[in-house]
């Protein structure tokens, strides 16, 4: 499913993504992308993930609510990298419309016959498009673009034109818009690239610092090995050629010690790091503190029913416990995203910046599955389908998985004390062609790292479990290339040969055939 949806519907599927922008609730035909409910989770702090004042919006929009003073300015497009003739009268097309309506005057005659350059990969950025228009800025010497709320909507309004000639299938790609004085030396596309990469975050690493792993320590062996949803997928470094592709589940049972698990539960309930035992709420007795947890906070589906129903949506983390778990200096989260880096030590690991799904999805949450809640099959994302952002900008859209090009992956990690068999509550993954399932239940400490366009859902606890809750922390991460045309399918950074054999579910065992 996943992979027809990519390929062969890549036009459909971007009309899906544009359509559902606007809402959060981002789908992938029947299945939704897991996002927190109506609040945006960085509503109460304007750009956190930011550097730049210019990133008012990770996913483009305009504000035409407050008036914005109009400089006398003049545009030109001067050089253009990685679009075809055919694209490149599109993109005027674009420019001149939004200029039209802001009345800034964009120069056609110089515009097409100016630099054209072809597409060429970013040395300093292993994966980024190289698709890129410059556009010189006259009468703008003393303006910083960088804090110019008015170059911000004019790049955003010309964005949103782009993207519908890219919904349209007039482009192949999205296109980054490079604004520059005039008057100034122009910029190198790395440079270019390179800006966009660092004012937004999308590279920024979690684990920088982290010492070098010990290949043979054991609690970087997974468990077991489970590939499902196999497809043969267009292989977008050879165009009109394919390949065979799975998506990978990975279980490991020792990457987390007791010590450390106990320490996450507590960030996630609110308690210091070193306590000991329920101090404020009896969780076993009257489920998840709703000082720290919202019925409905977390949703995998679309829901009509109230919030307030008992057996309504699952519980998750209120917008201030949200904000401690993903920004406060929690010492158990850092030693937890080092283990990341060790493990992954052949990628650059980051959480997912807010400038690929936009604000509503945060780069770190929690479950609190109780019996009696609801839950359907989700994903938690797909980089062929991200919404129109700097992001696509610079990466463009992909299958994830592609060479050279950003992996997106989750980490579930289990923190209950103990949980017992007979209270269920699995994590099922799903191999959307075949209909089958397959089954991970939860273990203190058992880390489960999944792909990111892989189909599950959360299975509530049993009655047996009576009211308490399922506990479990995700981070989202992207692993990033750290060179040039690396092979973004192998996640055992040279210890294949101490992990288990792959078990090929469903359509997977085609890989085999």
Known sequence: MKKEMQHSLVTTTLLLVYACTLSCGFTRFSLPILCRRDVPFTSHVKSITTTSSRRKHAI??????QETEE??????????????NDELT???????????????????TTSTSNIFLSSQPSTSVPGALGRVVIIDVHGAADMNFDESDFITELKNGMSQQIDGYLYSGQLSQPVLLAFQCAAAKSATLDDII????????LRDGVTRGAAQANHDDASFIPSRHIKVDGAMIQ????????HFDTSSVIIFDNIVDD????RLLNVVKGYPEDATGDIFWDDVKDGPNPDRWARGGLMDVVDSKSDEEEDGPCWGLTDDAVMDICFNDHSAVKEFEAKLGQLFEDFIVTTLPEAVLGDCVSPITANAPCHGDRFDFHIDADPMQVPPSPWADVFGRYPNRSKEKPRFVSVLLYLNDDWAEEWGAPTKFLDPPTQECY??????????????????????????????????????LILHPKKAGQDMTDLSCGREKLWPEPELLGSAIQQEL
């Open 60 to 65: 483009y929009q305009t504000d035409k609510s």
């Open 71 to 84: 400089p006398c300015i003049r545009l030109e497009a001067s050089s253009f990298f990685g679009v075809d």
């Open 90 to 108: 599109h993109l005027l097309e674009a420019i001149s419309g939004v200029c039209d309506e802001y009345g800034v005057q964009f120069d056609h």
């Open 194 to 201: 390179e800006k966009e990469v660092r004012d937004y975050g």
């Open 235 to 242: 292989t977008i470094e050879s165009p009109g050629q394919s």
């Open 259 to 262: 010590s450390l698990r106990r």
């Open 439 to 476: 089954e991970v239940f939860p273990q203190p400490g058992r880390c489960v790292i999944m792909d990111q366009d892989i189909s599950h859902t959360v299975v509530a606890p049993r009655k047996e479990a009576g009211k308490r809750p399922r506990y479990s922390m995700v981070w989202k």
